[in-house]
Structures are given as structure tokens and as C-alpha cells.
């Protein structure tokens, strides 16, 4: 699994172009957000999306999935949005928030639609052009900085991912 260091005060282009060149390959990347890192892949990507599931050992018939857009803009390509949505939407994001939407995303009824306040997160998705799906990593209550901590999330998820964005120390929430 290769690292890339990507400070989210300023996010290097040329780092954020390397991390897109292993999503448009299908590939995993680990990158924070505004709450604790996550797992994300392209989410146009059906084979990447069938790995994130393993991964995480979900069915992706049962459980929502997310994705991350850049901006509200992007959303109604992905579910539905009327008028309450559109400024329940505007009001909270960018945010630590997840909203569950109607969809028009992989024949499901159902979308998890984030905007995070996150610079790197941003770039990343804008850079790519079209949403990530994304995922918490798996985080222990009794060891929470398996979710927080680049160097042992990269530990435990050395097998798994191709990529890992440090962007340093990360949040709990």
C-alpha cells in the first residue's frame, strides 16, 4: 500500500492527482473527512464498489451506501431532491452530516448523501469528477484511534486498500 502526506490547509494538486489515478483504476484509497477517516473508491465504479463491500463484509442489498458529492449541485444527479431537501441540504452542508435520500443511484430506494467540510475530501472528489462512495473505517470503542490515527489505520488496513491519504491526526466524531 503506498502513502501520500497531503496537508489539508493546502491540498497539493499533484498529490490529489496520484490519489485520483488510483480510484479511476478501481483501486481502494483510505482519506480523511471532517469526522474519521474513511474507505472510498469511485462510486461509478462497480467493481471497486463490490470490493469496498467485501471489505467491509456488507451486503450492498441490505445496508445504504453513501457517497460523497462537492458540492449540492452534484446531489440531484444522485437522488432525489425536492424543496424541504434542497434547503434541509443547503442549511447543514458542508458538515459532519449524513443524509439519507430517495435515489436515482444504482437502482437502490435508497442514497447516503455527504458533503463533508474537509479540504481534502473536496479536492479529492472534484479532481475525480463524478462522487466516491465512502465508508467509515472500522473503529473499536475500547481503541478509537484505529479510526484517527494514519499510521495504524494504514496498520490495519495494509492488506486491504491501495492508498492511504495522511492527512494527519484525524477526529472522533
Excluded at 473508491?41 to 442489498?61: S, T
Excluded at 424541504?84 to 447543514?92: P, Q, S, T
Excluded at 466516491?132 to 484517527?148: I, M, N, Q, R
Aim: hydrophobic fraction near 40%; proline fraction near 5%.
Amino acid at each position: 500500500m503506498r502513502r501520500l502526506k497531503i496537508y489539508e490547509e493546502n491540498p497539493s494538486a499533484t498529490e490529489i492527482g496520484k490519489a485520483v489515478e488510483v480510484l479511476r483504476e478501481g483501486g481502494i484509497v483510505i482519506y480523511p473527512t471532517d469526522t474519521i477517516y474513511a474507505l472510498g473508491c469511485d462510486a461509478l465504479n462497480v467493481r471497486a464498489v463490490e470490493r469496498i463491500c467485501r471489505i467491509k463484509g456488507i451486503n450492498p442489498q441490505k445496508v445504504n451506501l453513501s457517497i460523497i458529492c462537492r458540492e449540492l449541485s452534484w446531489v440531484s444527479e444522485y437522488a432525489k431532491l425536492n424543496n424541504l431537501y434542497f434547503k434541509l441540504l443547503k442549511r447543514n452542508l458542508p458538515g459532519a452530516f449524513t443524509f439519507i435520500l430517495p435515489k436515482i443511484y444504482k437502482n437502490r430506494k435508497t442514497v447516503g448523501v455527504r458533503i463533508p467540510d474537509h479540504a481534502i475530501t473536496l479536492s479529492l472528489v472534484e479532481a475525480l469528477g463524478n462522487p466516491l462512495l465512502t465508508t467509515s473505517v472500522s473503529v473499536d470503542d475500547e481503541e478509537p484511534e484505529y479510526g484517527t490515527d494514519p499510521e495504524l489505520i494504514a496498520e490495519r488496513y495494509e492488506s486491504v486498500a491501495d492508498l492511504i491519504i495522511d492527512g494527519g491526526e484525524g477526529g472522533t466524531i
